[in-house]
């Protein structure tokens, strides 16, 4: 079991940015599928970027593209999401989510991965 810890969320104003880290405790940092995702109340959570740890490809959600990236830094065994020219409709809560993958090809469904953070709030005003 992975344990992983959110930080960086907070209130910032329409076009601004924010970076989200998320520590994990995993021995190997190797062969991960790492993602970010995202829920406002009512709704299902979302998926927003994904990385493979080995190699680095990544995938995004079409309503972030080009404005957040997904980023990782093996020897700290932390991902990140830079998150610029932030919308109000970008709030939500944000989570680090990770799944122990030989295959390569992370998706963008939260079903697909196991282990969860606890989540860390992002609030864009406008």
């Known amino acids: 079991q992975v344990q992983l810890v959110e930080s960086g969320g907070g209130s910032v104003q329409a076009g601004g940015s924010l970076r989200l880290s998320c520590a994990t405790s995993?021995?190997?940092?190797?062969?991960?599928?790492m993602g970010w995702f995202r829920q406002t109340p009512g709704k299902e959570r979302e998926g927003v970027a994904t990385?493979?740890?080995?190699?680095?490809?990544?995938r995004y959600a079409d309503s972030v593209k080009g404005r957040f990236t997904i980023s990782q830094d093996s020897a700290k065994n932390t991902l990140y999401l830079q998150m610029n020219s932030l919308k109000p409709e970008d709030t939500a809560l944000y989570y680090c989510?990770?799944?122990?993958?030989?295959?390569?090809?992370?998706?963008?469904?939260?079903?697909?991965?196991?282990?969860w953070g606890r989540g860390t709030q992002v609030t864009v005003s406008s």
């Open positions: 989510a990770a799944r122990r993958d030989w295959g390569g090809i992370c998706t963008l469904s939260a079903t697909f991965f196991g282990n």
């Open positions: 995993t021995y190997t940092y190797s062969n991960y599928c």
């Open positions: 990385i493979y740890t080995t190699g680095g490809s990544t």
